[in-house]
């Protein structure tokens, strides 16, 4: 499946959208990894022991949790073209308040990693409820692409990064311009999304799929929990490598600062490789075969990231490491979308759940490197990706949402 064969059917409308989501996931991407190549530097002007940073780093997780703890009612009312747009405008504030405050000291830095957090995760559900809706539209798995987007601007982001740490380009300049880009590309762009309400509400869920009093009984549903804890899983897995890529090289092979920037990169590339190319197989083989098996693969990319005995093999085990991981959160927030009129409060459920990882993640690698090395501890990420294929099976869809499906969809999973 193609990008062509995908867009050729939709009218224009649908296919504005789908660019707008990409553009969103795209950006989305960039920022997050122009910050994520510029950590080392920040550390160093900080003076921060592993422990200490992982807590500075946990700021971006407390936004994004209380961010998305409401982001389902902030969609169900704005929606998601407003919510993306509102948020594009905090994290341009946000990021730039990181790059202008880190030479003061580690209080502006949390403080604007928090909002940076926050508008992060309204962003990201905004995104996933729109892509969700196109989704639909086209009748075609093309939520892996939309992530493979994000991929895209990680990608971009951190090979961006990586020249600026080679050519010594301040981290003020290359955080405030990443942001202005960022945010004024995305802020025109998602106009072109579509209108979130495909289905109506659900019979007897007064006030739609969205509001407050629906979130907050999504919570009791089995199936979106354990979903949520699929995501969770991987989220850890994504984010440990995000955050700790670059300085688990540095340190724990003592390569130079662009090679570490670089083995970041090379993980990155393989989520997206994943991603562009993971739909196929989802149509072919359903979503639990394949997410158990890259699972699998992922877990043996970690091992040799770690344990191998040079920055070869661990260039190698990044790209495992991160083919492993690149279908999870898409193929989960998916799922967690198969019924449309529930959407917004199931995106927004599992995704808190899923985001707990990076308030969580950043801390327990941080105390683990303290006193094993970053590098060691890593091998904490073995242990949810072994939980991830345990509750694989509930990412199959339900017979409800399975009906609505195209019958080229009805795979078997």
């Not at 928090?114 to 995760?121: I, K, R």
């Not at 802020?187 to 007064?206: I, T, Y």
């Not at 072919?284 to 091992?303: C, D, E, F, T």
Request: hydrophobic share 55%; proline share 6%.
């Amino acid at each position: 499946m193609t990008a062509t064969t995908v867009l050729a059917g939709p009218d224009a409308g649908v296919r504005g959208a789908t660019r707008a989501v990409y553009v969103a996931f795209i950006g989305s991407g960039f920022t997050m990894a122009s910050w994520a190549t510029r950590i080392p530097q920040v550390r160093d002007e900080l003076g921060l022991n592993p422990s200490r940073l992982g807590l500075v780093l946990l700021a971006i997780a407390a936004g994004s949790i209380v961010s998305l703890v409401l982001a389902g009612h902030i969609v169900a009312r704005f929606g998601s073209r407003g919510t993306v747009t509102a948020m594009a405008a905090l994290l341009l504030v946000a990021l730039s308040a990181v790059g202008i405050g880190y030479p003061y000291g580690v209080v502006p830095v949390v403080v604007g990693l928090f909002f940076f957090g926050f508008a992060n995760g309204a962003w990201d559900v905004a995104m996933n409820v729109q892509g969700a809706v196109v989704e639909r539209r086209l009748g075609k798995a093309i939520m892996p692409r939309f992530h493979a987007g994000y991929s895209v601007g990680t990608v971009a982001g951190a090979l961006a990064g990586a020249a600026a740490v080679a050519l010594h380009l301040p981290v003020t300049a290359h955080l405030v311009g990443s942001a202005i880009l960022v945010g004024v590309v995305v802020m025109l762009a998602v106009r072109d999304f579509a209108a979130d309400e495909a289905h109506p509400p659900a019979e007897g869920d007064e006030g739609g799929g969205g509001g407050l009093r629906r979130t907050l009984a999504t919570w009791r549903e089995p199936r979106t929990l354990l979903i949520g804890a699929f995501v969770l899983a991987f989220a850890f897995a994504e984010g440990a490598g995000i955050d700790w890529i670059s300085i688990a090289v540095i340190d724990g092979y003592g390569a130079p600062a662009t090679v570490g920037t670089l083995a970041f990169a090379m993980f990155l590339t393989a989520m997206t490789v994943g991603r562009w190319f993971g739909p196929a197989l989802l149509d072919r083989y359903g979503r639990v075969v394949v997410v158990r098996a890259l699972a699998v693969i992922s877990l043996v990319g970690l091992m040799l990231f770690v344990f191998g005995p040079n920055t070869a093999t661990a260039f190698a085990g990044a790209l495992l490491w991160g083919l492993g991981a690149s279908l999870g959160f898409p193929v989960g927030m998916s799922a967690a979308a198969d019924d449309p009129a529930k959407a917004p409060a199931r995106v927004s459920v599992v995704a808190s759940i899923g985001y707990c990882a990076f308030l969580g993640g950043p801390p327990l690698i941080g105390f683990l490197g303290d006193h094993l090395t970053v590098l060691r501890a890593l091998t904490a990420v073995a242990v949810l990706l072994a939980v991830a294929t345990a509750v694989a099976g509930t990412l199959r869809p339900p017979p409800a949402a399975t009906s609505e499906l195209p019958e080229k969809e009805k795979a078997p999973v």
